[in-house]
């Protein structure tokens, strides 16, 4: 036996050693790195055109919401004007059938309003709120203080926010006429 074969048979190592692959170039190492880097750069390009292509979406999405967001409450409205345009058809409207056909008009005009969110706002006798109520006047009343006491014009909610504030009058303190 040769001084080589007892030191390869006698140290554990030598297999463990034996089994390791030789280490790569500085070729082959440079052409794995560029290898890698290519396949990186083809996974970025590809995550950055997913990422344009929903923000392309998004955009869609948001301009057709704007465009499209009152199309349930067109199509209630469509049937408040058909409504309309078959009283005007009349060629001989009675006061009575003019009357019921603008109460069956307004019906529907409330159940559309009702479907869309869309509240009255009705404050007579309430405190008055700046948010929602416009004062126009204020008289000399039997109420408290800003209190409502008429209603010129309702006002109305979209979703709790208001669309126009009710246009009323309210009650100032009397003056002492002591």
């Known amino acids: 036996m040769s ?3 007892i030191n390869s048979q006698g140290d554990p190592n030598a297999e463990a050693m034996a089994a390791e692959p030789a280490p790569l170039t500085l070729e082959q ?9 290519t396949e990186n ?9 997913d990422m344009d292509n929903a923000a392309k979406r998004a955009i869609t999405d948001v301009s057709n919401a ?3 967001a009152v199309e349930n409450f067109a199509n209630e409205l469509v049937a408040v004007k058909d409504s309309l345009e078959a009283a005007l058809a009349h060629k001989a409207p009675t006061v009575q059938t003019l009357h019921s056909g603008v109460e069956l008009t307004l019906k529907q005009l409330n159940a559309a ?53 009710a246009m009323v009058t309210v009650a100032k303190a009397k003056a002492d006429t002591a």
């Not at 750069?41 to 055109?49: E, H, I, S």
């Not at 126009?136 to 109420?143: K, T």
């Open 113 to 165: 309003f009702e479907k869309s969110r869309v509240a009255e706002i009705n404050p007579l006798g309430e405190k008055f709120d700046p948010h929602k109520h416009q004062a126009i006047a204020a008289i000399e009343a039997d109420a408290p203080a800003n209190t409502v006491v008429s209603v010129l014009q309702k006002g109305y909610l979209l979703n709790e926010r208001v669309l126009r504030p």
């Open 3 to 5: 001084g080589d074969e």
């Open 66 to 68: 704007r465009k499209f």
């Open 41 to 49: 750069y083809d996974l970025f390009l590809r995550a950055k055109a």
């Open 29 to 37: 190492q440079l052409e794995a790195a560029q290898a890698k880097a």
